[in-house]
């Protein structure tokens, strides 16, 4: 009944900036929380950043100081602002929304994924 798209991924330089954005869409009622996962080559998916329905936000050590999460309510759509990119944050990145539908049922659903790369 939903589905996060994500758009914003690419390549950058050690040092660079990019934009991450989750848009849901369908039979939405209201969305909880929302987050930023990534995995990476070999590893487990990891959290990167989430954020409340209320504004209340949560980052992992590794990108705290240079990654910003936040949301646009009106749009169903979360962002994540990425500065002073490193090697080590390539990866997929997925979007995670706790989302109500209008069965009123509450679900996780996930994006399929961008890849973000950061060469040096």
């Known amino acids: 009944q939903v589905q996060l798209v994500e758009s914003g991924g690419g390549l950058v330089q050690l040092g660079g900036s990019l934009r991450l954005s989750c848009a849901a869409s369908?039979?939405?009622?209201?969305?909880?929380?929302m987050g930023w996962y990534r995995q990476a080559p070999g590893k487990q998916r990891e959290l990167v950043a989430t954020?409340?329905?209320?504004?209340?936000?949560n980052y992992a050590d590794s990108v705290k100081g240079r990654f910003t999460i936040s949301r646009d309510n009106a749009k169903n759509t979360v962002y994540l602002q990425m500065n002073s990119l490193k090697p080590e944050d390539t990866a997929v990145y997925y979007c995670?929304?706790?989302?109500?539908?209008?069965?009123?049922?509450?679900?996780?659903?996930w994006g399929q994924g961008t890849q973000v790369t950061v060469s040096s």
């Open positions: 954020i409340t329905s209320g504004g209340s936000t």
């Open positions: 995670n929304g706790e989302i109500v539908v209008v069965t009123f049922e509450s679900y996780a659903y």
């Open positions: 369908g039979s939405i009622f209201s969305i909880n929380a």
